[in-house]
């Protein structure tokens, strides 16, 4: 039965299956073999072949190659697809009329055997020590940033003794790109913090009458929660991811590798001008927050009837220096744990070009942890000293 | 179905001029590639050869001119009849661009799974000829990054050949490779083209696998913005008189040339 298919250039390639008798089967290929037309025959005549090997008796299988007008990769791949079959069942291929000039490529591939490899068993990990591989990856981890932390302090130490060699250029930088082209972003977002936060605090202080104590507690909130959180939320997907891919990719390309040899640290080289763009740049950005929130709060209140003035008397009362103080420094601690994560991921990043995204991820993810963390701390310390 | 493959050359360059924007590295170059040769692209480092290669196979659109593969402009054509001619070649570029996230048997099947109705298992088959090869048949399940430079080249090369194109682009095969896998490389180089009639366009640096394999090669020069020299190597090497195409086949140094 001839098996045809179309081709892609015109000539088919058509395979023929005849049965001389029990045990003799011969193949026959005409036209032009490619990896576009073989699908179909290829598969067609496998399953002739098949079944003919499953009937008892002697198996010779001639393959007749004479007809063939050309040959490509693929075309030598079924008659080494086929002859493997054949040696696998006890059975013998004979290839008759192949064109020299693929000889030497099916010598190529002599002995055919290492083509069909034995597929492994995967090792299969028991629950224990796949525990104790988790275990040991967050020991790693932790002792990673233990270490870091270590490193980092001292090469800003360092930094401040040493103001000349800091890379300030760097430095520049990273500010501006964290901080400056951060402007509106963390301005919307900061704007609509405020007014969500007044018409929630107003909805409720409405049925106690309270509507003219909204002002204050917005204004507390904002300064010392709100405007430092969003704005380090904000800071750590913008500027800790950033940092984590271009350090993460510097680190694949082995440009970490190289100030390595050059007797540089990278730290200081790299982590140090992004961590005191950090420091500079999360404070100033939360005071911008602080005070767009707070005026986007104060037109909400307008639509309660809070005129500007009440809202100033009150925000006056109610919040101290010491309150936004305690906002800027907790920020400032924030922009330090940021970048340092950002860095951290980056000079953590694996080989490949996914293993930047994903340190890219974990710096976001490790970052907000650590802004969680921090905030808890912090609260925990004004809740003892009043502060 | 249009008359395919009329053209006599694999590859015709036609006019052709290299650049980025007002940056003109190549100048109204004319060149043309037979069916079957092995045809090398050769000059000094930034003078615009990987620059060219990637204008002859339509990744980057020529300043000017035209480019035809087996005799379609493929600087001209759009949609259908542009992937058409895309299938039509492989290339291996000079870093290996191998996707990190499929292993080498992956990455060589992908455009198989997505240009054939083979089966699975004989996509496989097909995918461990092309690693055999290139002499990497053990390495089938390694992703990229566990595999040296010169072995992610090799995989690259086998990707490049996953649908048994007529015309094979390679920028800089054998630059990082040792000598007795280079060498492997040239012989399987060989084989192919006198076997198969694969056209090779090849850039290369390495001058014992130029004299090895090449056919043909052409001379770029970047303060000629062209072409300086054409034609076979080792007469080349013998015989021409620009001091520049001297120089470079006897590895003169430059301070030493003038």
Redesign the interface.
Known sequence: MPINTDSS??QASIAKWELSNAGTAKVTITGKV???S???V??RIREQQDAWLKTSGQHQLTFDASAVS?????G??FL??IEKVQQAAGGTFTLIGLDP??E??LK??DPIS????VPAAKPQRSFVVSTGIAAQNLLDDIHGLVSFTGHLAADLFWSLRHPNQVRWGDFVNAAVQAGIAALPIVGLVAFLIGVILSFQAAIGMQQFGAVSFVGPLAALGIVREMGPLITAILLAGRSSAAFAAEIGTMTVNSEVDALVTGGLSPIRFLVVPRVLAGILVAPILTLYADVISVIASMFTMLIYGIPFINFYNGMLSAVDVEDIGSGLIKATLFGIVISAMGCLRGMQT??????VGISATRAVVSSIVMIVLVDGIFAFISYKTGF | ?TA?NSSTFAVDVQNLTVGYGSNVLMQDLNFTVNIGEIFVILGGSGCGKSSLLKNLFGLYQPLAGNVLIEGQNITTAQGAERQKIMTSFGVMYQQGALF??MNLLENVTLF?EE?????QD?MN??A???L??VGL?PY?TY???EISGGMQKRAAIARA?A??PKILFLDEPSAGLDPITSADLDS?IQ??S????ITFIIVSHELASIYAIADKVIMLDKGAKGIIAEGDPKVLRDTSQDPRVHQFFNRIMSKDAA
């Open positions: 250039c015109g490619d990896v576009y073989l699908g179909d290829w598969s050309s040959f490509d990769g693929a030598i791949a080494i697809d000039r693929y030497p490529l190529e591939f290492n083509l069909f490899p694996g080989t490949g070009a996914a293993a | 179905m395919l990190g996230s198989m240009y054939t109705d083979l089966s004989q088959l097909l461990r000829c092309k055999d090869l048949l089938e992703m990229p990054s050949m649908l048994d399987t084989d192919l006198k076997n198969l009639g």
